[in-house]
């Protein structure tokens, strides 16, 4: 109905995110746990995510960096 299918997403693994953000698959698990990373979705046994919510995620994260707006200006 309003669902698009797994195959027309540009999903990523927990291991490719960990990579994206130069961390452990580890603590990849641990932020989601906490509610402090993007949201994922699970597909039997694995968490995916979609690869323009990881985006829009960095992009807030960046936002509100404080010491990324200075160094920005």
Do not use: C, F
Not at 11 to 19: D, G, Q, S
Not at 26 to 41: D, F, L, Q, S
Request: aromatic share 2%; glycine share 6%.
């Amino acid at each position: 109905m309003g669902e698009q299918s797994t195959s027309s997403l540009d999903l990523i693994t927990t291991k490719e995110l960990a990579a994206i953000l130069r961390k452990t698959p580890n603590a990849v698990r641990i932020m989601r746990h906490r509610g402090e990373g993007p949201v994922g979705t699970r597909h039997g046994k694995e968490v995916l995510y979609d690869r323009q919510v990881v985006r829009r995620w960095l992009a807030a994260k960046t936002a509100s960096d404080v010491l990324a707006q200075r160094a920005a200006a």
